[in-house]
């Protein structure tokens, strides 16, 4: 009952490196998400994949690219770290309906400090 | 613009005690409104969701929130709050599909740390 899963939990990345954050999910949902998360801002959407196939920008998608590798993954990539990263990024999913009143789930989240 | 505001940084009650985290909301056309909590260090947990119907909706955990229109709220309730309720508690309300393609993206509050006194 894995639900979604967010590899890694931890990094630390010095500025200007590269990394790729994991996410899978085992529900055979059809939407994916990345939500970042900073004190006093609530989560801002990154990018989502609505499908597999497709990818859209968020609100925050600057220094960030995305990968629907298959219905399973979505992974984050950022090509060249830069402090104002540093935050929590939480990968969900949910089946996708234009009734839109599907339940979101989350992954328990990756803690990002940059350097 | 779709919003959704949380008034409260922090709401404090003792153990044992009703709770209630504000939220209000700002849609065009049908609110779709959600409720999650975050425990610390961890992700966050779906409570309770409004789509349609009955007003007062009940969710986990001994949950439940009150839709009003009128007041464009959906503030969460407990009748008795526990101490392991204690976390931090997010309101979200779906994006307007004529804008994300159909497709429901959440919006969503600062949040609100719940703090229960023993």
């Known amino acids: 009952n894995a639900g979604v899963t967010q590899t890694p939990k931890f990094q630390v990345l010095k500025t200007g490196q590269s990394m790729t954050l994991q996410c899978a999910q085992d529900m055979n949902h059809n939407s994916m998400y990345w939500y970042r998360q900073d004190p006093g801002m609530g989560l801002r959407l990154i990018y989502y994949s609505a499908s597999e196939g497709t990818t859209d920008k968020g609100e925050v998608p600057n220094g960030y690219n995305v990968s629907r590798l298959n219905k399973r993954e979505f992974s984050l990539r950022l090509e060249s770290a830069a402090p104002s990263q540093t935050s929590v990024y939480f990968c969900?999913?949910?089946?996708?309906?234009?009734?839109?009143?599907?339940?979101?789930?989350f992954g328990e989240g990756s803690w990002l400090t940059v350097v | 613009a779709q919003s959704v505001a949380q008034p409260e940084d922090q709401v404090n009650v003792a153990e044992g005690n009703p709770l209630t985290v504000k939220c209000t909301y700002s849609?065009?056309?049908?609110?779709?409104l959600f409720w999650y909590v975050q425990y610390p260090n961890r992700g966050l947990q779906f409570l309770l969701k409004y789509i349609t119907g009955d007003n007062l909706v009940k969710g986990s955990y001994g949950f439940e929130a009150e839709f009003n229109k009128s007041q464009t709220s959906f503030h969460l309730k407990k009748p008795s709050a526990l101490v392991s309720d204690s976390a931090l508690y997010f309101c979200a309300v779906r994006d307007n599909p004529t804008f994300s393609g159909g497709y429901n993206k959440l919006i969503f509050g600062a949040g609100t740390r719940l703090a229960v006194h023993p």
């Open positions: 969900a999913s949910s089946e996708a309906s234009r009734a839109g009143g599907n339940t979101i789930y």
């Open positions: 849609v065009s056309g049908n609110p779709y």
